[in-house]
């Protein structure tokens, strides 16, 4: 696809000021409780321990926490099965502690966003749990069922789980099987039962009345399914059921709703989150994400990143959400690898590298995201065994592999490139015993580069990391033209370079970034090009984009002019014919 196919997909723009939601302005940080810091040394990150690294967050400047979930559950996939929505497990702490969070968090003008799991809960839920022991309950209706007509050994259909195998599982006492997307201890809650959604409504509302500042919804577009007729994702019931729960819920609430969709395209994008559904403020969206992965092995097998293809996506979605609805910017959680190491280069450039990646994202329209650790650069696990592996999707993956014919090495290879558990190893704070993660040994290894890179290390060097971040969601918070300003992608065929521009009334702000360890001569486009004022930059600072600049390896850095600069730009640089030429 080349720019002018881009620029066909760009809905008009549209002038009116409307007045910015809190959430345009602010950068999010998500917090994975199991990792982040471990108050009390049993090896598991805590509440208490988050309160305790308050004071960073604030440090950093974020306006809201994503906080994955903290809930009562057996942990089959760390919290994402949760047995009681409106209890914390033991091992996070209490609801005193929340609310304590909630509260300290306030005091420092940060939001707290729950991570909201209602696609599926755990098996050791109470609704489940009843659901088993009769079939003429009403909870029977809250989970998907099929009768094993043929047997127990005949699946209904062959819809297989995200983490391997199928998505039926055989329950003898019941005499049927159940729909679990995920793993077997997940089954999917049955969104076509009114009763359930009311209690899923009443559950919302008794947080949103604790005062959190929203909800991070996790695979929301799998909730309008129909598994009879076999469509899951973007189901026929999806924006009807998030129609319904906006007017239940967030209705009249100044709240941020993002929900995970790893099937939204730029099409249905704005189905989501346009600005007159009712639904949501935003979505995470995977385009840029899967645009990295193999086309056939997926995130198994690694493959350089296609930069063409990746900015491609992210150009779309800017495009597509330009006049209604909203972008979110990331490019790590918890779920990915660290994105130093997948989009970066995690040994000789690492700083520049990360710094780099943060002013590419972050310059663009829409409400970014740090994953903990991202703000100094932490790379992935770098884990050498399987016994090191503590997600469930590993195993469930790997017997997958084998059973294709794959090799546990290449198998391994693979995990260390795209493994859930890179992003997931305890945070970095110092250099000391554990990283500083906490007294005991931690649930899951330590990366060993602590002892260079941590936060204590990072926050006290002037060329750290996190200083670049500071300055950037500072940008957010004072500048329009970072908000609202309308973005346009240039040599998106680049296969090194990306860059755009962001423009508000007279205000341009152009942005070029190295996304290769090569020193690249970079012929720039005019629209491009121009001296203004440095904004930021993460090798030296640069006033202008010249016809030609020699970036050098993962060099990024952006310049504000405004109209008064653009003029002067081309005549100072006698480069007006050949742009002439170029337009
Ligand atoms: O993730 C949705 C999801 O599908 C991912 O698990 C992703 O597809 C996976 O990484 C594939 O390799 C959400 C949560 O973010 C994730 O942590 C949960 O495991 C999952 O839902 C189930 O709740
Ligand atoms: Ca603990």
Request: contains cysteine; charged residues 20%; aromatic residues 10%.
């Amino acid at each position: 696809m080349t720019l002018h196919d881009i620029k066909m997909t760009r809905p008009s723009a549209r002038d009116g000021a409307v007045t910015t939601p809190w959430w345009k302005k602010a950068t999010g940080y998500q917090i994975y409780p199991r990792s982040f810091c471990d108050s009390n040394g049993d090896g598991i990150g805590d509440i208490p321990g988050i309160i305790s690294k308050l004071d960073h967050l604030q440090d950093l400047g974020i306006g809201f926490i994503w906080l994955s979930p903290v809930y009562r559950s057996p942990m089959v996939d760390n919290g994402y099965d949760i047995s009681d929505y409106q209890d914390v497990a033991p091992e996070y702490g209490t609801m005193q502690d929340l609310d304590r969070l909630i509260d300290e968090a306030a005091n420092r003008g940060i939001g707290l966003v729950m991570d909201l799991v209602v696609n599926h809960c755990s098996d050791q839920h109470a609704w489940f749990r009843k659901a088993v022991a009769s079939s003429v309950c009403r909870e029977h209706d809250y989970f998907i069922w099929a009768d094993a007509t043929d047997g127990p050994d005949v699946l209904p259909s062959d819809i297989e789980s995200v983490f391997g195998g199928p998505a039926w599982t055989h329950l003898p006492e019941v005499g049927k099987f159940y729909f679990h997307q995920f793993a077997s201890g997940q089954p999917d809650l049955n969104w076509q039962n009114p009763e359930l959604r009311a209690e899923i409504y009443a559950m919302m509302n008794w947080w949103l009345d604790r005062g959190i500042a929203g909800f991070r919804m996790d695979v929301i577009d799998l909730i309008g399914k129909d598994v009879g007729a076999g469509k899951l994702a973007e189901g026929p019931y999806l924006h009807d059921f998030l129609q319904e729960m906006h007017s239940q819920t967030v209705k009249g609430r100044d709240v941020l709703t993002v929900g995970e969709s790893w099937c939204a395209s730029p099409e249905t994008g704005p189905l989501y989150c346009g600005e007159d559904r009712d639904e949501l403020s935003m979505i995470f969206q995977f385009d840029h994400i899967k645009a990295t992965w193999d086309p056939e092995f997926g995130k198994w097998k690694n493959v350089p990143v296609d930069l063409p293809r990746f900015k491609t996506t992210l150009a779309n979605w800017q495009y597509a959400l330009e006049d209604s609805g909203w972008n979110s910017l990331f490019l790590s959680n918890h779920d990915l690898p660290r994105q130093v190491s997948r989009y970066g280069d995690d040994g000789t450039y690492r700083n520049r590298s990360a710094k780099m990646l943060a002013i590419m994202m972050h310059l663009l329209k829409g409400t970014p995201f740090v994953y903990q650790g991202e703000e100094i650069g932490m790379t992935n696990a770098n884990f050498h065994s399987l016994e090191q592996y503590r997600d469930l999707e590993v195993a469930g993956r790997l017997a997958e592999a084998l059973e294709k014919g794959s090799t546990v090495e290449v198998f391994l290879e693979g995990a260390r490139r795209n493994a859930r558990d890179n992003a997931r190893t305890p945070m970095q704070w110092t250099a000391g015993e554990n990283a500083g993660f906490g007294a005991g040994a931690p649930w899951i290894d330590v990366n060993m580069n602590h002892t260079t890179i941590n936060v204590a290390a990072d926050g006290a060097d002037p060329d750290g990391i996190i200083h670049t971040y500071k300055q950037l969601i500072e940008m957010r918070k004072t500048s329009a033209v970072v908000r609202e300003g309308r973005t346009t992608f240039h040599v998106v065929d680049h296969k090194q370079v990306c860059a755009y521009t962001r423009e508000l009334g007279d205000q341009t702000i152009a942005v070029v970034a190295n996304m290769s360890a090569d020193s690249v001569e970079f012929v720039a486009p005019p629209a491009l090009c121009g001296q203004g004022q440095p904004l930021v930059s993460n090798i030296a600072s640069r006033h202008s984009i010249d016809s030609v600049t020699v970036l050098e390896p993962y060099e990024a850095y952006a310049v504000l002019r405004n109209a008064q600069h653009s003029k002067r730009c081309c005549h100072q640089n006698g480069v007006v014919a050949q742009h002439a030429l170029e337009a």
